[in-house]
């Protein structure tokens, strides 16, 4: 079991920045990729950023590239989640998720979830 807790959420104009951060207890922390997702309101869930367990590679949507980075310190057990550049499309829930070993990009695969941290940005 892996237990997941968001924060740093909040509202921010566009173009500015926000940091999430995701702290993660229970088990085995550093055998887990870390992926973060978001929904906004009236639409399917989404991928944003994956990290895998070492953190040494990274898988970002096409629609954040550039402007969002993902991190994560397995002596702190926290994966974090850099937002620069922010859009109004950008708002949204954002999820921390957990997936045993290898990472992925299918929302449907991340087996452990955090409760979501809300993210408003304003034009």
């Known amino acids: 079991q892996v237990q997941l807790v968001e924060s740093g959420g909040g509202l921010v104009q566009a173009g500015g920045s926000l940091r999430l951060s995701c702290a993660a207890s229970?088990?085995?922390?550093?055998?887990?990729?870390m992926g973060w997702l978001r929904q906004a309101p009236g639409k399917e869930r989404e991928f944003v950023a994956a990290?895998?367990?070492?953190?040494?590679?990274?898988l970002y949507a096409d629609s954040v590239k550039g402007r969002f980075t993902i991190s994560r310190d397995n002596a702190l057990n926290t994966v974090s989640l850099q937002m620069n550049s922010l859009k109004p499309e950008d708002t949204a829930v954002y999820y921390c998720?957990?997936?045993?070993?290898?990472?992925?990009?299918?929302?449907?695969?991340?087996?452990?979830w955090g409760q979501g941290t809300q993210v408003t940005v304003s034009s």
């Open positions: 998720a957990a997936k045993y070993q290898a990472w992925t990009s299918k929302v449907s695969e991340y087996e452990y």
């Open positions: 990290i895998n367990w070492a953190g040494g590679y990274r």
């Open positions: 229970g088990r085995s922390f550093s055998s887990y990729s």
